[in-house]
């Protein structure tokens, strides 16, 4: 009795020991932005950092990436990593994974560009003006709805007016350089910034399509 009582204190003693072994443990994160199978290379700087995260691995098919880690290490802190990456939005759990927003394209011949698909910061949009022709800097990004309606109007408006020229922006997430860049001036997206030829400047914070019209010179 003696001995199996000091033989499960012995136990106890070991377990609790520090660098005692824990069981690995794998959890599965939904990207909910994901355009192709990136995610695993681009995010594997940011897990090697980490020495409790042992593998992963992304499925393109359901847009999940399954992590192998240490018992001890907790979501917040692999989502903790995403934030850090900053081009990808994650939640714990599988089923909630979905292929990023793809862009319709604009007519041939419309003046369009990105300017940044990663929130990279830009500089001054003053400077990036096109001469004689209406600049519309549009702010976006892909996890956003009403984004969308902004660049269906814009598709439609730049199939007409040759005039216009439109210059996308990404911002990703608020914690972006871009986003940094901008502001308090960011709020909210969609976010619009107009120039007109003259230099006018006209701010249009969410989707405003009068207002997008108006700065346009569109009549109706």
Not at 69 to 95: M, P, S
Not at 144 to 168: E, H, N, S
């Amino acid at each position: 009795m003696i001995r199996r009582s000091l033989w499960l204190f012995a136990l106890v003693v070991l377990t609790c020991l520090p660098g005692s072994a824990h069981a690995d443990r794998t959890q599965v994160f939904s990207i909910t932005d994901a355009a192709c199978n990136e995610v695993e290379e681009e995010m594997g700087p940011y897990f090697k950092k980490h020495a409790g995260i042992k593998a992963w691995h992304f499925d393109l098919q359901k847009f999940e990436l399954t992590v192998t880690v240490a018992d001890n290490v907790t979501d917040d802190e692999i989502l903790k990593l995403f934030k850090e990456q900053g081009c990808y939005h994650a939640v714990a759990g599988a089923g909630q994974g979905r292929k990023a927003y793809t862009h319709e394209p604009y007519p041939d011949g419309a003046d369009v560009s990105i300017l940044t698909e990663k929130g990279d910061a830009v500089g001054s949009l003053d400077k990036l003006r096109v001469g004689g022709k209406y600049t519309v800097f549009d702010f976006y990004a892909d996890w956003c709805g009403p984004c969308r309606l902004v660049d269906k109007q814009l598709r439609d408006i730049t199939g007409t007016r040759k005039d216009v020229a439109v210059r996308k922006l990404n911002v990703v997430g608020f914690e972006s350089p871009l986003a940094k860049q901008m502001g308090r001036k960011l709020k909210a997206l969609p976010y619009v910034v107009v120039y007109a030829p003259d230099g006018k400047k006209t701010e249009i914070t969410g989707h405003n399509p009068d207002k997008l019209a108006d700065a346009l010179n569109i009549k109706e």
